[in-house]
């Protein structure tokens, strides 16, 4: 199994530009989950997925954030304009929910995205 | 608002035990205590989760007291590339929960 990918790993732009994080989740996996993760705030949860449908965006700092996922095996976050506070890493998470214990489930990360916004 | 409180940092000897504390007074009936952890540079990753009674799986030792209110996450060999950021969660075991991630013990693994 490869995991969660993530790309770019990298990912160095200027202000204004737009930016898009990509995540390919584990296969079969029904929750996805996109992070960040900054020196100041930690580990936030910004939005998650469930079987493709957004389910809880309250964590997505405002409207220049926004996320999809088109199918089971692709989503995006994309920042537009991006700012120089957005620098940070991006996480991007899967998780099952069939586990014999419901709910229990265990997520998975992928490598994040380091961006750098100048 | 994570609802654990764990030291900021510690260290530990190569080959000897790491024993990292969590309280979570608060922690209710229904949820579960959870650990991961984040290797510098890496996503956070999963190590063990328990009710109420102990749990041990390839990676480590969850103790849970009796009350609930606290927790020790075992390492009973640690490596140096066991060191890390040791989060504790706890989570509700009924419908979907999000994970909270608080700020972590920061262990270090010396030679």
């Known amino acids: 199994d490869a995991g969660v990918i993530q790309s770019p790993r990298h990912e160095v732009t200027e202000m204004g530009q737009e930016v898009t994080l990509r995540c390919k989740p584990i296969?079969?996996?029904?929750?996805l989950f996109w992070y960040r993760q900054t020196m100041m705030r930690g580990l936030e949860l910004l939005i998650y997925?469930?079987?493709?449908?957004?389910?809880?965006d309250s964590g997505m700092p405002e409207d220049r954030f926004s996320a999809k996922m088109p199918n089971a095996s692709f989503s995006t976050l994309k920042i537009q304009p991006s700012e120089p506070r957005d620098s940070a890493v991006y996480f991007c998470?899967?998780?099952?929910?069939?586990?014999?214990?419901?709910?229990?489930?265990?997520?998975?990360f992928g490598p994040g995205t380091r961006l750098t916004v100048l | 608002d994570a609802k654990t409180t764990q030291p900021p940092s510690m260290d530990c000897a190569e080959g000897r035990a790491a024993n990292l504390p969590c309280n979570h007074s608060?922690?209710?009936?229904?949820?579960?205590v959870y650990w991961y952890r984040q290797i510098h540079s890496q996503g956070p990753q999963y190590i063990i989760h328990?009710?109420?009674n102990n749990e041990t799986n390839e990676m480590a030792s969850l103790i849970i007291t009796e009350d609930r209110k606290s927790s020790t996450l075992i390492l009973p060999h640690a490596t140096l590339r066991d060191t890390a950021v040791y989060y504790c969660?706890?989570?509700?075991?009924?419908?979907?929960?999000?994970?909270?991630f608080g700020t972590g013990t920061r262990l270090l693994v010396s030679p």
């Open positions: 969660i706890v989570r509700p075991n009924t419908g979907f929960q999000k994970l909270v």
């Open positions: 997925f469930n079987n493709n449908v957004p389910i809880d």
């Open positions: 608060t922690i209710s009936g229904n949820e579960y």
């Open positions: 328990g009710l109420k």
């Open positions: 998470a899967s998780s099952s929910s069939g586990g014999i214990w419901g709910s229990t489930d265990t997520q998975y």
């Open positions: 296969s079969g996996h029904d929750y």
